[in-house]
């Protein structure tokens, strides 16, 4: 409650809402819980991409060169985007005197070295709800992630994340699109449709409450019926609070793949458009309510294309809502090569040596 989609829409119930988990897992746990992480993709989180050069005039690469690259993309974005502040940063290609290298090219002599920065950034004021939640409940947020990238991690191999792959989140409200290519996340959208869209549309246009619709778009067995008899209705059975009536199961199987077409287009759009994407999608693994969603694209034979890998087999219920959690643990225990951290000037000249991992490896 106070918590829709990453955002603070009810202080207060907001408020409660963390308490009441809070103090849940603490008895659970046994200890107190002051420190913690929070897992958030908004809609409105966007993907920047910058490139900055420097000449070296034949002297070799440092770590101090990659980080005044990395400073001064990070600079030039906190400039022209005051409004957003970065979640997760790449160093995703260096180029060395006009060749590609993939790996951090210290040590090296050149005449000019350049480096491509990849920002996941959303609004301050998201965050600063969030913070502001979180404070009044007497606890310190050590760091935002986003659960899509942090499932891409955990979830795809290491040729998918070199090559090209993705993560495909169909959630109830939202769908996140992450992609992946050298180690790096090179995308991430949030769009504002997601399985319970379905639920709603059906709700809608056959006139049934929303536990009648979920029931109704849940059941594979009825569409099953549906492909034996194209004339059959909508048995009595699922009119719960709703007054019989003769509902064509055509016009739920119509309204069913109208809504996932859309679904797919979008994906199929934004997945189009970035290089390598014939590669990325015929990785790209599904997880949430896609499994779903696939399903019934089978089950109706709806005419719908898409290139997805089979679906994330989880063993249960439990592990299928802790996924996002033990992704981000997964993170905090293995970090990622490629995410980069940018060390301030003061912090250099008092020796401290930079590395470009969030965590440890």
Known sequence: LGIN???????????????????????????????????????????????????????????????????????????????????????????????????????????????????????????KNISEVFNSCNLEINRFICPSYAMGIYLLNKNQLENG??????????????????????????????????????SKVCYLDQKESESIKLDFALFSQFNKDIDSLLPKKYFINSNYRKIPLKLIHDVIESRISEIIEMINIHTNDQDGSEIIKKN????????????LIKILNLDIKYEFIETIKLSNKQETQLMSCNSAQNL????????????????QKKGIFTRFFQFLN
Do not use: W
């Open 5 to 127: 989609n990453s955002l603070i829409t009810n202080f207060d119930l907001a408020c409660e809402s963390i308490r009441t988990i809070i103090t849940d897992l603490e008895k659970k746990a046994g200890i107190n819980i002051n420190i913690i992480t929070v897992l958030l993709e908004p809609t409105e989180i966007i993907t920047t991409r910058i490139t900055k050069f420097k000449k070296m005039e034949g002297v070799k690469i440092e770590n101090e060169d990659i980080n005044f690259l990395l400073r001064e993309s990070k600079k030039q974005l906190e400039k022209n985007d005051k409004n957003f502040s970065q979640l997760h940063m790449f160093n995703f290609k260096y180029i060395i005197d006009n060749k590609v290298f993939k790996d951090l090219p210290i040590n090296i002599f050149c005449n000019q070295l350049s480096l491509e920065n990849i920002f996941i950034s959303v609004p301050k004021n998201v965050l």
């Open 165 to 202: 792959s993705g993560i495909i989140d169909i959630g109830h409200n939202k769908t996140s699109i992450a992609l992946f290519k050298n180690f790096s996340l090179i995308k991430l959208l949030v769009l504002p449709i997601g399985s319970n869209h379905i639920t709603k549309d059906i």
């Open 284 to 295: 790209l693994l599904i997880v949430g309510g896609g499994a779903n969603i696939l399903s």
């Open 332 to 347: 905090f225990v293995n970090g990622c090569s490629s995410e980069a951290v940018a060390i301030s000037m003061e912090k």
